[in-house]
């Protein structure tokens, strides 16, 4: 099993920054990805970035230049800086990794952003 717990989320003033840290504790066995998803109200959870095994990262277009992934090597932490911050950025954000032989994803229990204008 593997658990996930984020920390680091919210209120910050629009152009702000944030730095979101996801803690991950137990096995890892054979990771496919590790990722930030974001769901604001009334939305759809969507990825805002990701990065898989061979340290290849991803990002939704409207991160990208503003948002950046890191995870450390030993697969503790995933991060997720946060600068340039939009209102349109509000939502709660998830960290999210999938693994295993028979390959299983596993969610935290989210962190709230809020940028106001």
């Known amino acids: 099993q593997v658990q996930l717990v984020e920390s680091g989320g919210g209120l910050v003033q629009s152009g702000g920054s944030l730095r979101l840290s996801c803690a991950v504790s137990?096995?890892?066995?054979?990771?496919?990805?590790m990722g930030w998803y974001r769901q604001a109200p009334g939305k759809q959870r969507e990825l805002v970035a990701g990065?898989?095994?061979?340290?290849?990262?991803i990002y939704a277009d409207s991160v990208k230049g503003r948002f950046t992934i890191s995870r450390d090597n030993a697969l503790n932490f995933l991060y997720l800086q946060m600068s340039s911050l939009k209102p349109e950025d509000t939502a709660v954000y998830y960290c999210?990794?999938?693994?295993?032989?028979?390959?299983?994803?596993?969610w935290g229990q989210g962190t709230q952003v809020t940028v106001s204008s």
């Open positions: 137990g096995s890892i066995v054979r990771l496919v990805s």
């Open positions: 999210n990794v999938e693994q295993g032989w028979v390959t299983k994803n596993y």
């Open positions: 990065i898989n095994n061979n340290d290849r990262t």
